[in-house]
Nanobody
């Protein structure tokens, strides 16, 4: 069992930055790829970023490439999402997700994730 708790969301002006954190419980964090997804009002949840178990192979949605950076600290069981140059269209609830155990490579689809956090709201004002 893995429990995920996101933090770091909030209200920011366009062009600003936020850093999301996702703390994972359990002993199998390092055996899993990790990802961030988001869901805007009235829209389906979409992939944002993912990272492999070692933290050296990230993947990004085209909409955030060059602005967002995903990283992980396996010693702290935590994954991060650094969000820079935020735009109003980045407004959404952001979810952290943990892949199935021993899924070590990057996963960009929801079906590849076993555990989900409850989400943290990010609002970008224009």
């Amino acid at each position: 069992q893995v429990q995920l708790q996101e933090s770091g969301g909030g209200l920011v002006q366009a062009g600003g930055s936020l850093r999301l954190s996702c703390a994972a419980s359990g002993r199998t964090f390092t055996n899993r790829a990790m990802g961030w997804f988001r869901q805007a009002p009235g829209k389906e949840r979409e992939f944002v970023a993912a990272i492999n178990w070692r933290g050296d192979s990230p993947s990004y949605a085209d909409s955030v490439k060059g602005r967002f950076t995903i990283s992980r600290d396996n010693a702290k069981n935590t994954v991060y999402l650094q969000m820079n140059s935020l735009k109003p269209e980045d407004t959404a609830v952001y979810y952290c997700a943990a892949s199935f155990e021993f899924q070590l490579r990057v996963v960009t689809t929801e079906s590849g994730y076993e555990y989900w956090g409850q989400g943290t709201q990010v609002t970008v004002s224009s």
